[in-house]
């Protein structure tokens, strides 16, 4: 494209969406961060649309041109899906944030792509429900950003991941018409399942503007215990008691290690041991009702009883009040927080069948050791739902630049051990450009073809985030 034709289309961009919905060069930095400064973005021109029509405007100019467009949300995605480039539009959402409708009675609510994800925890909680996606960057993800990437977060266990949740979708499709499938139905079986499309898609078949979700019970009986164990097996035997003992009310089943404590007590604000010895490992388990009288706290008590008699948890605490709660999920967000400060981090969000977690874990930390001997293993997170943040520090006093030179080496160690145990190797950050090429190497030829031919089909000319995922 010439930069003649590029200004004009440039300008009549602008003139849809008006000033306020036009960010100049200068305020445009944080829209082309990327989390962990491995990529920097780019664009031909912001944009942040009001209402769903100027997005649809803005996609027509774009398809007309083939221009491409890169839909961003709060920008907080681990996998590079939001990075834009120079030869195309980006359009963040933020503006269009309204809560559209609440109805208590259906348990559902209705809201715009741009959503803070604490927003809509709120506005939830101001009517008696809970909306139950919950993860670290809630204070800035939007639920467009979150439906795009299918988030995961610390609640899947009990409530699924974002793609369990959404009832209805609205999106601009590629060509700039708007699919209204905003349905607060839990049944309709009338043909293919369209929102399913969307939801993972990262972008790239079309703009999520609006989304039916669904509402649960409050909780009011919750229950949470910071456990010390030996080994790693011992964390997934606990976990199967868990959800038995506590009638299948488990929410949250997080895995902490060793290292993460003593870096979260180095290099984070006010922490204390939290238990009275050192343990090699953790475990953060919540348990909760919306029922009062649900005798959690008891069926709790008498869970770690068990567990201590059959020397599979060596020690732990319960929370005592809910800022003694915060304070236990703080260590958790810490560590995923102040992991970089040990040094370059080689990440991977996999997931493995639950009852392989452990060994998962073992012969993993056992392979990466054997390749760079000092290498220090920050497995963590969500193994209730067989997701491991399986991340890699270097050794002390490596070179950090020269580490993390070998990115695709250790992907390629950790992500054949978790193909050979029936995993995952993205298990709630997506693909985007991080695991691009990983996708094309593990995905099976006939799954990549079928994934080709839906985008061919819904956007023929490609120009929806291209270059991420395939
Ligand atoms: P962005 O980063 O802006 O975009 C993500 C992708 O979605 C991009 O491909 C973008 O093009 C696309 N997109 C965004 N909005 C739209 C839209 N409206 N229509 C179409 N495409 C769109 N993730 C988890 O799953 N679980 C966690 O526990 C978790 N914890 C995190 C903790 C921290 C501290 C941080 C920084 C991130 C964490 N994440 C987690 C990752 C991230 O927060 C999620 O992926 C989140 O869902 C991204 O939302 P966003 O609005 O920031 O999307
Ligand atoms: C979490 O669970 C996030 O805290 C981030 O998904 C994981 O940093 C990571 O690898
Ligand atoms: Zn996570």
Redesign the pocket.
């Known amino acids: 494209m010439d930069t003649v034709a590029a200004a004009d289309i440039v300008a009549r961009l602008k003139s849809v969406v008006g000033p306020k919905g036009v960010v100049e060069t200068a305020d445009a930095e944080p829209y082309f961060e990327e989390?962990r400064g491995r990529y920097r973005g780019a664009a031909m021109v912001v944009l942040r649309p009001a209402s769903t029509d100027e997005v649809a405007k803005l996609v027509a100019i774009c398809a007309e041109a083939r221009l491409p467009i890169?839909?961003?949300?709060?920008?907080?995605?681990?996998?590079?899906?939001?990075v834009a480039a120079k030869n195309g539009a980006l359009i963040?959402?933020g503006r269009?944030n309204r809560i559209r409708a609440l109805d208590a009675l259906n348990f559902t609510i209705t809201a715009e792509?741009?959503c803070i994800?604490a927003e809509l925890q709120r506005a939830a909680e101001a009517a008696d429900r809970l909306f139950p996606l919950?993860?670290?960057?809630?204070g800035?993800?939007?639920?467009?950003?979150?439906?795009?990437?299918?988030?995961?977060?610390?609640n899947v266990l009990r409530y699924g991941?974002?793609r369990e949740l959404a009832l209805g979708l609205e999106?601009v499709l590629p060509d700039g018409r708007v699919w209204n499938g905003l349905r607060g139905l839990r049944k309709s079986n009338t043909g293919y399942d369209l929102k399913q499309l969307?939801i993972g898609?990262?972008?790239?078949?079309?703009?999520?503007?609006a989304a039916t979700l669904k509402l649960f019970p409050r909780p009011r009986e919750i229950e949470t215990a910071l456990l010390g164990l030996k080994r790693v097996e011992d964390v997934m035997e606990l976990f199967a008691r868990a959800r038995t003992a506590s009638g299948d009310q488990l929410t949250g089943f997080e895995l902490i290690p060793r290292i993460g404590i003593d870096n979260v007590l180095e290099h984070g604000e006010g922490f204390r041991e939290p238990l009275a010895a050192k343990h090699p490992w953790y475990a953060l388990l919540e348990i909760s009702s919306s029922r009062t009288g649900a005798q959690l706290r008891q069926a709790l008590e008498e869970l770690l009883e068990a567990a201590m008699a059959a020397d599979l948890v060596q020690d732990g605490i319960i929370a005592e009040s809910e800022a003694q709660r915060r304070e236990l999920w703080r260590i958790r967000?810490a560590l995923?927080?102040q992991q970089d400060k040990l040094g370059g981090s080689i990440k991977h969000?996999v997931s493995v069948p639950i009852s392989r977690v452990a060994e998962f874990i073992v012969k993993a930390c056992k392979a990466v050791s054997e390749r760079l001997p000092g290498i220090r293993p920050y497995p963590f997170?969500?193994v209730g739902d067989g997701n491991i943040h399986f991340n890699l520090t270097q050794p002390p006093g490596a070179d950090k630049a020269v580490y993390l030179k070998r990115w695709a080496e250790f992907n390629r160690i950790v992500h054949d051990i978790v193909v050979s145990l029936g995993g995952s190797i993205s298990?709630?950050?997506?693909i985007?450009l991080v695991r691009r090429d990983e996708l094309a190497h593990y995905a099976q030829p006939l799954e990549l073809e079928t994934m080709r031919r839906v985008k061919a089909a819904l956007d023929p000319g490609g120009i929806?985030?291209p270059g991420?995922?395939l």
């Open positions: 989390r890169y839909p961003q949300g709060g920008n907080t995605g681990l996998s590079g899906g939001a963040n959402l269009m792509a741009g994800l919950s993860l670290g960057a809630e800035s993800c939007q639920i467009g950003g979150n439906l795009s990437t299918n988030a995961g977060g610390i991941n974002t999106v969307f898609a990262e972008g790239t078949l079309g703009i999520i503007t967000a995923a927080e969000d997170g969500h298990a709630e950050h997506g985007g929806m985030n991420k995922v």
